[in-house]
């Protein structure tokens, strides 16, 4: 038997079935079918009301977009958040039919051109990842008439402690090197670019607040240094993000208010404060993470040689991240429960072990190894959780070519 993650609180349960938003899985499954993506953006209200209780009043927050793209979830989130942070001109066109572009800033690598006259037109910020492409972007605001607003993406000589995905410290295709980053303000300010300041990101995932206010201090300091040896106070500093969310057994929720205090006595000390910088976090699945759920119906359950197989039809073409497919190097069992059976214990003599598996034939479509499961039949429903963020939209949905699922936005 293999641990499961644990289940997100928000999700209340009526007479033993799932709630989301307030509404029965199985009403939601027999109004869009199955399998289906269900996003309850009460639970994104209440993240974003927790992260303004707990950051100091200075920090605007960002919605990293590629977390989940559903243009109903950007429209929900819009007004809720400062920014939308974007990575392609695809995300860029969302972004701006539900935010002005002055709110809107574009980072990743490999910008084409025609995604760099679309963010100039717009008045987009762009973050710039290199040398070059600070260069098509003058070159191109000169062709349009437009002073593009330029912000530099560092690649800091910091790294985030304990993070998913560390982004810092090392030779990456993202950002430009610290050192590199003065001449280069020198060369956005010189051209008579609109300078929008620095975009700092050192890592992704992480759960251990201390190693987000070490991150962030340093972040500050880089800055501040960066500042001073350009000769330009950054207009804004987005700090990154990198907050986490519990995914596994043994994951703990981050604590945020920690790292709000400490950020505020941080921005108090720095000098950037005083001059009037201001600031941004930009987060993807802190705030959308935990507020979807994945449900799949089971098509077929059996045995094979004393293991329980539950056959559900979805799978990682829907749902990579929870396969283990997406990024991670050791596979470990995200929250999932038998939808229409919550609170019934799993592992006794009519339930026991068993692994949901996803209709695609591979064996790498397996949502759940080994777990305890309340005895589960033919038809009933499975929910897996921390299905918001890199969900649908980060999982090879061509694959074996079964039908893209629906996804709803509650609330
Ligand atoms: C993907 C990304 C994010 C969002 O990351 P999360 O872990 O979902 O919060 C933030 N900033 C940048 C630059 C990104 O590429």
Redesign the pocket.
Known sequence: MKPIGPIPPEFAVQSGMLTIGGERADALVAAHGSPLFVYDMGAVRARIARFRAAMPAAVALHY?V??NPHPAVIAGMAPLVDGL?V?SAGELAKALAVKPAGAISF??PGKRDAELEAAIAAGATL?AESAGEVRRALAMGERLGVAPRLAV?VNPDLELRGS??K?GGRASP?GVDAERVPELVCTIVGAGADWRGF?I?AG??ALDAGALVETQEATLALAARLADESGHLPPKVNL?????IPHFAGDRALDVERIGAALGEALAASALTAAGTAYAI??????V?EAGVYLTRVVDRKESRGETFVVVDGGLHHQLAASGNFGTVVRRNYPVAVAGRMGEAGGDEDGGEASVVGCLCTPLDRLADRVALPPVAEGELIAVFIAG??GLSASPVAFLGHPVPAEVVLG
Request: net charge positive; glycine share 26%; no cysteine.
């Open positions: 990293a590629k977390a942070d990575a980072a990743g973050n993406r998913g995905m982004m993202f975009h990101f992704s995932q990154g993000g990198g907050f986490g930009e987060l993807g699945r802190w705030l993470g963020a890199y």
